[in-house]
C-alpha cells in the first residue's frame, strides 16, 4: 500500500520583508519577477511560501541541491 503524507502551510501568519527577501532569494529570476509583480504583498507571500516549502522538502528528502531543482509549466 502506497502511503501518502499530507502537509498544510499556513501564511496567515505573513512574512517579515528580511524573511520575504530571504527565500526570494531561492528562486530562479523569473520566478522572482513573477512573485515581485502582484500588487499586495499578502498575494506575493502565497506564491513564494509553497514552492520554497516544496524546494526544502525536495532537497531533504532527495539530496538535492537547490540549484538542481527545476519547475516547468505547460
Known amino acids: 500500500m502506497n502511503m501518502s503524507n499530507f502537509y498544510a502551510i499556513n501564511v496567515k501568519n505573513s ?7 530571504a527565500f526570494l532569494g531561492m528562486l530562479t529570476p523569473e520566478r522572482q519577477k513573477r512573485i515581485q509583480a502582484f500588487l499586495r504583498f499578502e498575494d506575493s507571500v502565497r506564491s513564494l511560501v509553497p514552492e520554497v516549502f516544496l524546494r526544502l522538502f525536495v532537497q531533504k528528502e532527495f539530496g538535492i541541491s537547490n540549484d538542481e531543482i527545476r519547475f516547468s509549466t505547460n
Open 15 to 21: 512574512l517579515d520583508q528580511e524573511q520575504f527577501h
